[in-house]
């Protein structure tokens, strides 16, 4: 199974905390929350070439979806994880 996880600012605690995470059995993708679930339905931005991009949802390209969100989703408070092997 492949995993991205997700994590968010705990400012209270001054650390990094575990949001949710999102898992792809070579079958389906599942989602720990639901806004990772809308995430699910939304296209990211992925590199096609030297100079081109294009949109990728993730029943496209499952894969290509899970290991290019970390590259997609990262914020001051919120990030993803590169995606491992479970």
């Known amino acids: 199974m ?4 997700f994590h968010r600012a ?3 605690a001054v650390k990094w905390e575990k949001a949710g995470e999102i898992g792809w059995d070579g079958k389906r993708m599942t989602a ?9 339905a939304e296209p990211i931005r992925v ?5 081109k ?3 990728l ?3 496209e390209d499952p ?11 990262s914020g001051s408070y919120t ?8």
């Open 2 to 5: 492949l995993t991205v996880e």
């Open 57 to 59: 949802h993730a029943a």
């Open 32 to 40: 720990s929350t639901e806004g990772l679930r809308r995430l699910l």
């Open 10 to 12: 705990n400012f209270k």
């Open 53 to 55: 991009w294009r949109e």
């Open 79 to 86: 990030f993803a994880l590169p995606a491992k092997e479970s």
């Open 63 to 73: 894969e290509l979806f899970m290991r290019s969100l970390w590259l997609y989703y």
């Open 47 to 51: 590199r096609d070439g030297k100079d």
